[in-house]
């Protein structure tokens, strides 16, 4: 990837061995680590296929005539079919090699010499979110567009296929609008810089109209539309819509100082579509922690640029190139020790994640003694749950913070399950109450907070109290108050205990 006085066939096998070496370790994490929501979307996929679209809201007795709209309803049938055949293994090869891609595709070929340090630090970041999740299909369709629209020649060369790539990506998952927003603003600038033409505005058209073509219509578009505008309120119960703070990403810190140094010190050499999209993916990025992706994918092109702008500026002085070089160099090794970080980290996670987060041993009593309905879950195992328990009904899980809307008259429903959730286990005055609402008779609840679990297991637990995670949280409060409106603990171990009324 440096630019260094050997022959372009041997940097090619360099860099073919820096991206399988990449695409192992990705793989290796994919392959241990269980999202939480991959579950039910699995089991989605099965519904599908022997059922059809589902068009009320499945696993829910709190909302179960909700319009739900799955977004990422071809993925998951998908992910069905394949899945006996190629298992989590398979799965993760396949999403391993497509986040490789994608931090390649965005980084132009002129400069790609000096493309290290961008694709290390982002693949740092994508390390950090990797799993087999739908959210990593719009990784590698984000970096397919953002690589079409940087070169108004390429554009032109392929945009006829642009209406195809958005039909399908619009079934694939839910961040399809991203690929009509980037487009019709990369568009916008070769309007103005004279270089669109009528076709052009016919294509994007034609790519509007292919998101409609999906089971649900015109309710996709709007769908995802309101989910945009509460991803506000949806922080506060996912954490990867939380700002970017919230978890310190040194990947992505590195990513965007470098981004704003380079276009400050070449702020004229750059195309101003290049420099708006980074800088609208880079501020959302940090609101945003599961944005930090796109903000890099978007921030690459001018990182690399920027070096090779430096490349030539230094070349000007004694001595230039050779000291470049060995900048380059050093900063590239600091780039790649991010990502191994970054990879051990992801490690470490996956194990303790197998090991002490999700209740196998608690699914299992339950399963054995036919535990007594309604059932009351910590809303991170939802997905978990419906997976591994076929006739499982739920208070909450993971497809629901966005789900709000005024229940019909006298149906019992609630007007949004997550607010109720929240209340019961944060609020002791009113944890009876919506209990009772929604006749729970049985609760699977953490035994401790998770992160509490981890440091413990890791030999940390004296830092427990150093990072909030040894005081009383609201997971111990609810115990307490469970055990004071005399429900009976019914089974315990390290991950989880079983409470019945």
């Known amino acids: 990837m440096a630019d260094g006085k050997v022959s372009p066939g041997r940097d090619q096998v360099k860099s073919v061995l820096v991206l399988m070496g990449v695409g192992i370790l990705f793989w290796i994490v994919g392959s241990l680590f269980l999202d939480m929501d991959f579950g039910f979307q699995l089991k989605l996929g099965e519904m599908i296929v022997n059922q059809g679209i589902p068009r009320g809201n499945p696993w829910s007795y709190t909302m179960p005539s909700y319009p739900f709209v799955d977004h990422e309803w071809f993925l998951e049938v998908v992910w069905y079919k394949l899945w006996p055949i190629l298992g989590m293994t398979g799965l993760a090869a396949i999403y391993a090699a497509s986040v490789v891609a994608a931090m390649w595709i965005v980084i132009p070929e002129k400069v790609r010499r000096w493309g290290g340090v961008a694709a290390f630090l982002g693949w740092g970041v994508m390390m950090s979110r990797f799993a087999v999740r739908p959210q990593v299909t719009s990784w590698i369709l984000t970096a ?23 039909l399908v990506w619009t079934n694939l998952h839910g961040s399809f609008l991203l690929g009509i927003g980037i487009t019709g603003l990369a568009l916008g600038f070769m309007a103005v810089e004279k270089k669109a033409d009528a076709k052009d505005g016919l294509v994007w058209g034609l790519g509007v109209l292919a998101t409609f073509i999906n089971p649900y219509g015109w309710r996709l578009i709007w769908e995802m539309m309101r989910q945009v505008a509460i991803a506000g309120r949806v922080a506060q119960y996912v954490v990867e819509w939380q700002p970017v703070w919230m978890n310190i990403d040194m990947g992505f810190i590195g990513m965007s100082v470098l981004t704003v140094m380079l276009w400050w010190r070449y702020r004229k050499r750059f195309r101003p579509v290049m420099v708006v999209l980074a800088g609208i993916f880079g501020m959302s990025g940090w609101l945003h922690l599961r944005h930090a992706v796109l903000a890099v994918l978007a921030m690459a092109p001018i990182v690399t640029y920027g070096c090779e ?100 008259v006298g149906s019992g429903e609630s007007d949004s399950a997550i607010t109720e959730y929240s209340r019961a286990i944060t609020n002791p005055d009113e944890t009876e109450g919506i209990l ?9 609840w953490q035994r401790q907070p998770w992160q509490r679990l981890a440091l413990q297991e890791m030999g940390l637990g004296q830092w427990s109290k150093w990072w909030g995670w040894g005081k009383e949280g609201e997971e111990d409060r609810f115990l307490m108050r469970l055990n004071e409106l005399g429900w009976k603990k019914a089974y315990e171990d390290g991950t989880a205990v079983v409470y019945f009324k």
């Not at 953002?146 to 958005?166: A, N, T």
């Not at 980290?345 to 339950?366: C, D, M």
């Not at 009772?436 to 699977?444: E, M, N, P, R, S």
């Open 144 to 166: 397919v567009v953002l690589r079409w629209v940087q070169e108004p020649e390429r554009w032109r060369r392929w945009r006829w296929l642009f209406p195809l790539l958005m």
């Open 309 to 408: 702008y430096l490349a030539r500026e230094a070349s000007g002085f004694s001595d230039g190139k050779i000291r470049w070089r060995m900048f380059f160099a050093v900063l590239t090794g600091v780039a790649g020790v991010i990502f191994l970080i970054e990879t051990g980290l992801a490690l470490n996670t996956a194990r303790l994640v197998k090991k002490l987060y999700y209740p196998e041993e608690a699914v299992k009593f339950l399963e054995e003694t036919g535990y007594p309905r309604q059932l009351f879950a910590s809303y991170n195992w939802g997905g978990y749950l419906i997976w591994k328990m076929p006739r499982v009904e739920l208070f909450v899980d993971g497809r629901m913070p966005s789900f709000s809307w005024k229940a019909p």
């Open 436 to 444: 009772a609402k929604y006749g729970v008779k049985t609760v699977l």
